[in-house]
């Protein structure tokens, strides 16, 4: 019997330094291409190349493939690779499953349109025509572009409303991706256009409030007109506080818009916007909240008074959208700082670093306190 079991040990060793597999009786033949070393009759009859199907080497794992591998090496069997033209292409995963690096850039955009077309147009083409805008109490202007493209027109004035801040309103919105503020850009335009055709009521007071240069020229913001404005006299309704607090009911018909004005007020703060709430300025278009007349926001202030009270409007919201909150945490500065230089006093960048750090740790506190309810996804 010992010598039965040891004739059984020495058979099955042979079997496995030949190259048999027990997974398929084909296997050698499918994987393995056979190429005859030449005797000493001569050289080995020539034989049609395997198609490349049949040449691709198996790997196996375990002492069976080891062993094939040493056989392949005995009986001088090649592995084969295919040529470059017989290995099929790449096949990209499905649409929609993972985007390419580039499609998760985002790039800005304002009510379907991206930003750069816009301020191409509204910052470049000549304007033909300059209207009365109308409302507020502030001197703005309509301008018609060659072209029909459309944009308001708010010059630099004495009082009320500074243009400077409407442009570096829309450049800290874009820094943060908010795509609800209009394009804007600071523009030059002749006083004399400006005053022609306008009333004369209208041409009295643009000569005594507009701030006019040596050259005869006025700084304006030029914006981006809103199609479809609607006011949503917010201030009249309070149907939304409520929502933005912990632990309070937050239908899903009502998160985006709850959302929306929760970042209306992460936004008023970082550009110190007092004139939010006063009357008429909360607005949609075509269901979007959009945030205009920013004019209001930055300038001066003492030992950041007014920043420490904007941020106790901001303490009453406790529900933001996630997406801003992580571009806050990610804003790089220096860029935007950069941006800003042109258009702001080095007083009011420095409150605006100010209000970017302590907006911060407000939203990693509510965070903190509360992961499931405070930084929220729009759907």
């Not at 375990?62 to 033209?85: F, Y």
């Not at 060659?146 to 010059?155: I, L």
Request: with cysteine.
């Amino acid at each position: 019997m010992r010598h039965l079991r040891l004739l059984s040990v020495v058979l099955l060793s042979t079997l496995s330094l030949v190259g048999r597999s027990t997974s398929s009786p084909g296997t050698r033949t499918a994987y393995l291409g056979t190429s005859e070393r030449p005797g000493a009759g001569g050289p080995a009859a020539p034989t049609s190349p395997p198609q490349w199907s049949e040449r691709i080497a198996g790997l196996q794992l375990g002492t069976r493939s080891e062993a094939s591998l040493v056989s392949a090496v005995r009986n001088r069997r090649e592995i084969w690779l295919p040529p470059p033209s017989e290995i099929p292409p790449f096949e990209p995963p499905p649409a929609g499953e993972e985007p390419p690096p580039a499609a998760l850039r985002h790039i800005p955009h304002f009510l379907g349109q991206p930003d750069d077309e816009i301020l191409s147009r509204i910052c470049n083409l000549p304007i033909k025509t300059l209207k009365p805008l109308g409302g507020g109490s502030s001197i703005s202007l309509r301008a018609i572009f060659e072209g029909g493209a459309q944009a308001a027109v708010k010059p630099d004035q004495v009082r009320i409303t500074r243009y400077q801040s409407e442009v570096a309103a829309y450049r800290v919105s874009r820094a943060l991706g908010l795509d609800m503020v209009p394009p804007s850009c600071v523009r030059r335009i002749p006083f004399d256009q400006l005053t022609t055709n306008m009333p004369k009521s209208l041409v009295e007071r643009m000569q005594t409030e507009l701030n006019v240069g040596p050259d005869g020229m006025v700084a304006t913001a030029v914006i981006a007109w809103v199609p479809h404005l609607h006011g949503l006299r917010l201030e009249e309704f309070d149907w939304w506080r409520p929502m933005l607090q912990h632990g309070q009911p937050l239908p899903a018909s009502k998160r985006r818009r709850v959302l929306e004005i929760s970042t209306l007020f992460l936004f008023d703060y970082l550009i110190l916007n007092h004139d939010r709430w006063s009357g008429g300025n909360t607005h949609e278009s075509d269901g979007q909240m959009v945030f205009i007349d920013q004019g209001a926001g930055f300038g001066p202030e003492r030992h950041h008074r007014r920043s420490r009270a904007a941020l106790r409007t901001l303490k009453q919201v406790e529900r933001f959208p996630r997406e801003i909150a992580s571009k806050l945490f990610e804003l790089d500065l220096d860029p935007l700082l950069k941006e800003l230089h042109p258009v702001l006093t080095e007083d009011e960048l420095d409150a605006f670093v100010y209000r970017v750090k302590h907006a911060r740790e407000y939203l990693r506190g509510l965070r903190k306190a509360s992961p499931r309810d405070s930084l929220l996804l729009w759907e």
